[in-house]
Nanobody, 123 residues
Framework: QVQLVESGGGLVQAGGSLRLSCAASERTFTYYTMAWFRQAPGKEREFVAAISGSGSRLNYGDSVKGRFTISRDNAKNTVYLQMNSLKPEDTAVYYC????????????????WGQGTQVTVSS
């Protein structure tokens, strides 16, 4: 069982930046694709970004390309999401997810999920 704990959410003005972190309990962290999803009230869970176990392959949702950067530190069992040029439409609960796979799924089919962290962007 992989436990994921997100942190770093908060309230920020439009145009600002935040960095989310997700710490994983799994000792074989490098075997897991890690991803971020988000869900706004009344909307479906949306793919944000994914990163392969080694960190060599990345994938981003169209709405965040060029603004968000996913990265990981395998020595710390942690994945990050750097969010720049934030917009009010980025407001959502952001979830970290993990799956023991070599692919980069963009659907919420991951096996393990964190509890979520709220990001609110004011206009």
């Amino acid at each position: 069982q992989v436990q994921l704990v997100e942190s770093g959410g908060g309230l920020v003005q439009a145009g600002g930046s935040l960095r989310l972190s997700c710490a994983a309990s799994e000792r074989t962290f490098t075997y897991y694709t890690m991803a971020w999803f988000r869900q706004a009230p009344g909307k479906e869970r949306e793919f944000v970004a994914a990163i392969s176990g080694s960190g060599s392959r990345l994938n981003y949702g169209d709405s965040v390309k060029g603004r968000f950067t996913i990265s990981r530190d395998n020595a710390k069992n942690t994945v990050y999401l750097q969010m720049n040029s934030l917009k009010p439409e980025d407001t959502a609960v952001y979830y970290c997810a993990a799956d023991r796979t070599t692919s980069l799924p963009v659907t919420p089919s991951y096996d393990y999920w964190g509890q979520g962290t709220q990001v609110t962007v004011s206009s």
